[in-house]
């Protein structure tokens, strides 16, 4: 099975740097991933990530350490439009070869003045 | 913009009834997955299909149903809609093979069964 925890939410501030944690634990590792979802609108895809290390993208950036299941995604220079929650997803292969995502709940990040 | 249209937006049901939601995937994608989301939770998913077959379906149950068509567009459908139905249904379309290969999502079909 798979279970994946993080927190309920967050809040920092504008300019400011947060970490959002992810704990996961799944039979079989094949990755993880984050998303970004705006109240009301559909997660669009931020980060995945298979090796161990720091993966940067601009503001954004996400660790992984498979030995600990654990992953993390630092947001820099905080913006009130990060407001959102973040989901952090592990997949699955299914038999036919497609893959499933096992969500999180999602951190709700709020970002004030 | 993802590329993966959803319809209805919204629509408003009673219990009991029976609803069908549409999704066009992302162009030259060939797998469509269905996922449930109540509010304050992660996606769920439902089931997913490739190739006009079901290939993977989560914890839900035999009423919830649906098609794959040749364009690779899908339909999701549910009989006998319960109260806790109500939810934030989300499609997504990717590429068949490989764990990595990210998932788009639609913007969603926010249902309200009353």
Redesign the interface.
């Known amino acids: 099975g798979q279970n994946i925890d993080q927190p309920t939410e967050m809040t920092a501030t504008e300019g400011a740097i947060v970490q959002i944690n992810c704990t996961y634990q799944t039979s079989g590792f094949n990755g993880l991933f984050w998303y970004q979802q705006h109240a009301g609108e559909a997660p669009t895809f931020l980060s995945y990530n298979v090796l161990d290390g720091l993966e940067e993208k601009g503001r954004f950036s996400s660790f992984l350490s498979r030995s600990k299941g654990y992953s993390y995604l630092l947001l820099k220079e905080l913006q009130m439009k990060d407001s959102a929650s973040y989901l952090c997803a592990v997949p699955y292969i299914l038999t036919g070869g497609g893959n499933k995502l096992t969500f999180g709940t999602g951190t709700q990040l709020k970002v004030e003045l | 913009e993802?590329g993966?249209t959803q319809s209805p937006t919204h629509l408003i049901k009673t219990r009991g009834q029976q609803v069908t939601l549409r999704c066009s995937s992302q162009s030259g994608h060939n797998?469509v997955?269905w996922?449930q989301q109540a509010l304050?939770?992660?996606?769920?998913?439902i089931f997913?299909y490739?190739?006009e077959?079901e290939?993977?379906r989560?914890n839900f149950p035999p009423r919830f149903s649906g098609l794959q068509f040749p364009n690779y567009s899908s339909e999701l459908n549910v009989n006998a809609l319960e109260l806790d139905d109500s939810a934030l249904y989300?499609c997504a379309s990717?590429l068949?093979?490989?764990?990595?290969?990210?998932?788009?999502?639609?913007?969603?079909s926010w249902l309200t069964v009353v």
């Open positions: 993802t993966v797998t997955s996922y304050g939770q992660g996606p769920q998913f997913q490739y190739r077959e290939n993977g989560g989300l990717s068949a093979a490989g764990a990595g290969n990210t998932i788009y999502f639609g913007e969603g």
